[in-house]
């Protein structure tokens, strides 16, 4: 994908970041699929963390919840998260043949 130049949107910061702390996947990997720099991403994720107190997002929910569910939620996450991309990548290189 090509470099995503700034500004960004709170919008783009958020979904990066939810990409990183909700998935399995490391800051660099994220980042490069997003087109960004990862020095960026860990900023990103820094201040997120210090913002809400170092909480992970969704982890209250996950009380009472068995391994199997919540691998299946991370599996429902990463699929999503890929949906997302490949739609995106889609639309580029529509835009792109027009």
């Given at each position: 994908?090509?470099?995503?130049?700034g500004?960004?949107?709170?919008?783009?910061?958020?979904?990066?970041?939810?990409?990183?702390?909700?998935?399995?996947?490391p800051?660099?990997?994220?980042a490069?699929?997003?087109g960004?720099?990862?020095?960026?991403?860990?900023d990103?994720?820094?201040?997120w963390?210090?913002e809400?107190?170092?909480?992970e997002?969704g982890?209250?929910?996950?009380?009472?919840?068995?391994e199997r569910?919540?691998?299946?939620?991370?599996?429902?996450?990463?699929?999503?998260?890929?949906?997302?991309?490949?739609?995106?990548?889609?639309?580029?290189?529509?835009?792109?043949?027009?």
């Open positions: 994908m090509a470099r995503h130049k500004p960004y949107s709170r919008e783009f910061k958020d979904e990066a970041v939810r990409m990183v702390l909700d998935g399995d996947r800051v660099a990997h994220v490069r699929e997003l960004i720099n990862d020095t960026t991403l860990h990103w994720v820094r201040a963390r210090r809400h107190g170092g909480v997002p982890s209250s929910d996950n009380a009472g919840k068995s569910e919540l691998e299946l939620e991370r599996e429902i996450r990463k699929l999503r998260e890929e949906n997302s991309f490949l739609k995106k990548a889609a639309a580029f290189f529509a835009a792109e043949n027009r």
